[in-house]
């Protein structure tokens, strides 16, 4: 099986969604950092971009302990996209990464794999890191087309378009029948699904500044964190619910840091 890099802290992210209230984003920053701070995980929070900047002051102040992303991102960097941001204003915002392809982009918002693709150069150009989101339904499970969805979202990696050894890209597994649904994938699906995305990055023979870190997303919980996060396969978790509220954002670090001790 092709691992994690081994050595590497594992990192955990908080997508906030569509959740969260403004004077919430210091109360939680307040909560995590003195974990983040213990040096054993990575923690980024994703709020709505709203309070990107909010977020980036605090940090400002307490540098080194949390770093920021972004949950969307333009496919262009500027003209005339009514309500859109573009990656290298969530840059100056502080933002260093961005999802891209999220499920909920990709089925509630029309988000295509060419829109991706276009992302993806976005932020590369920005110098953000793209969080690449691939996932099948559980329609396309049931069918047996796992591997023919994610070989087709992962395709957009193939032109190679604005990798250069200084960029850095983030894949996350989020199976869209486990988002928000309780039900988690098994560790044993995880790492199969992780190790064929290492392989099709390492056929891809691009140069970028470490191997891509890997991610798995969907009903995270501090319940099964803990067997996730030890998956040799997986370098970090892409946490959506159970990331909003710090007393269940800090009890699921708190499982991952005991995991991985
Ligand atoms: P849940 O953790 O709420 O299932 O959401 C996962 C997700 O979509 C994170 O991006």
Known sequence: ??????????????????????????????????????????????????????????????????????????????????????????????????LIGHSERRRLFGETDEIVSRKLACCLAAGLTPVLCIGETEGERRAGETDRVLERQLAILDEGGGFSPGASLWIAYEPVWSIGTGQAATPELVEAVLSRVRSHWAGLNATIHEEPRL???????????????????????????????????????????????
Request: hydrophobic letters at 50%; glycine letters at 10%; one cysteine or more.
């Open 1 to 98: 099986m092709i691992s994690a890099t081994p050595g590497r802290r594992k990192t955990l992210v908080a997508n906030w969604k569509l959740n969260g209230h403004a004077e919430g984003v210091e109360a939680w920053l307040e909560a995590m950092a003195p974990i983040a701070l213990e040096g054993k995980l990575d923690l980024v929070l994703m709020p709505p971009a709203l309070w990107m900047e909010r977020a980036g002051k605090w940090l400002a102040r307490h540098p080194g302990a949390i770093t920021l992303g972004a949950q969307n991102v333009a496919a262009c960097e500027e003209g005339a996209y009514t309500g859109e941001i573009s990656a290298s204003m969530l840059a100056r915002a502080g933002a260093r990464y961005a």
């Open 215 to 261: 991610l798995y997303g969907g009903s995270v919980s501090p319940a099964n964190a803990a067997s996730l996060v030890a998956l040799e396969a997986v370098d970090g978790l892409l946490v959506g619910g159970a990331s909003v509220e710090p007393e269940s954002c800090a009890d699921l670090c708190r499982s991952v840091i005991r995991a991985l001790a």
